[in-house]
Nanobody, 124 residues
């Protein structure tokens, strides 16, 4: 399994970024892919997740209405569009994947075994 994130960077408050997670090495079409973030000194937090097969998405309350998770199945890629960014969104962002039938809350990082290397998002 390989997950490669990209798209992070530095942006001013109120700005936008789009993160990408390119997936390979597993049955992408029957997976659940999630975006997580971790700020220094804080626990890893689930941000959004999407069932690739049905396109059903879930969001953390802290980002609902500002972030949108989407997929491009032709490219085996999941995106995280982040709008109205605030300094509180500053963190390392990771994507993770698990089989769609695996048990556990979709935004619980402990329920994911496969992770990308992360991409840094800094909002000032």
């Amino acid at each position: 399994v390989q997950l490669v994130e990209s798209g992070g960077g530095s942006v001013q408050a109120g700005g936008s970024l789009r993160l990408s997670c390119a997936a390979s090495g597993y049955t992408y079409s029957s997976s659940l892919t999630g975006w997580f973030r971790q700020a220094p000194g804080k626990e890893r937090e689930g941000v959004a997740a999407i069932y690739i097969g049905g396109g059903i998405a879930h969001y953390a309350d802290s980002v609902r209405g500002r972030f949108t998770i989407s997929q491009d199945n032709a490219k085996n890629t999941v995106y995280l569009q982040m709008n109205s960014l605030t300094p509180g969104d500053t963190a390392m962002y990771y994507c993770a994947a698990r089989p769609e039938g695996a048990m556990g809350w979709v935004l619980d990082s402990l329920k994911y075994n496969d992770w990308g290397q992360g991409t840094q998002v800094t909002v000032s």
